[in-house]
T-cell receptor, first 111, second 114 residues
């Protein structure tokens, strides 16, 4: 069975502070990990995925297979980063064809 | 190009009724997945359709069903509604089954069961 755990339901930081949203997963196969973001009154959208190893809006995430983690990081948080963030998993190669989501972390960046 | 559209956006029903939600994928997308989003459980996978066939199903009771038409539009149906079915139902489409990295979500249908 595959499972995604986001231990923090709420995370509050000040503008300019570093932020790290934690994600741990459980999966017996080869996982593909994603971070999705949902801004207020907007639809859920893909932020980044581990395969592309890219930085989007200053966010990065590294897959650590040893610790089964895929934490999302940004060195200097901005107020516009306030949103709900979801970590999600599928199996590499996509033969599972579904995303398993964590329960999400609501990030609030205070001025 | 137009994004994923879902109708209706809001729905209020009473217990015991049934409801049908509709999803129109992005043009050219053939895979449609449905998710239920609630404050307590977050996002949970309902089912996935491709080429008019259900290919994958989540852990939901048989009251939840769906279908896909030849133009890739999809509907989901919930029969004998319960209070716990109140949720935001999201539809997502992708060009093919394997392209979850290019899966786009609709705005959702907010279902309230009274």
């Amino acid at each position: 069975a595959q499972r995604v755990t986001q231990p923090e339901k709420l995370l509050s930081v000040f503008k300019g502070a570093p932020v790290e949203l934690k994600c741990n997963y459980s999966y017996s196969g080869s996982p593909e990990l994603f971070w999705y973001v949902q801004y207020s009154r907007q639809r859920l959208q893909l932020l980044l995925r581990h395969i592309s190893r890219e930085s989007i809006k200053g966010f990065t995430a590294d897959l650590n297979k040893g610790e089964t983690s895929f934490h999302l990081k940004k060195p200097f948080a901005q107020e516009e980063d306030s949103a709900m963030y979801y970590c999600a998993l599928t199996n590499s190669g996509g033969s599972n064809y579904k995303l398993t989501f964590g329960k999400g972390t609501l990030l609030t960046v205070n001025p | 190009k137009a994004g994923v559209t879902q109708t209706p956006r809001y729905l209020i029903k009473t217990r015991g009724q049934q409801v049908t939600l509709s999803c129109s994928p992005i043009s050219g997308h053939r895979s449609v997945s449905w998710y239920q989003q609630t404050p307590g459980q977050g996002l949970q996978f309902l089912f996935e359709y491709f080429s008019e066939t259900q290919r994958n199903k989540g852990n939901f009771p048989g009251r939840f069903s769906g279908r896909q038409f030849s133009n890739s539009r999809s509907e989901m149906n919930v029969s004998t509604l319960e209070l716990g079915d109140s949720a935001l139902y999201l539809c997502a489409s992708s060009r093919s089954r394997a392209q979850l990295n290019e899966q786009f979500f609709g705005p959702g249908t907010r279902l309230t069961v009274l």
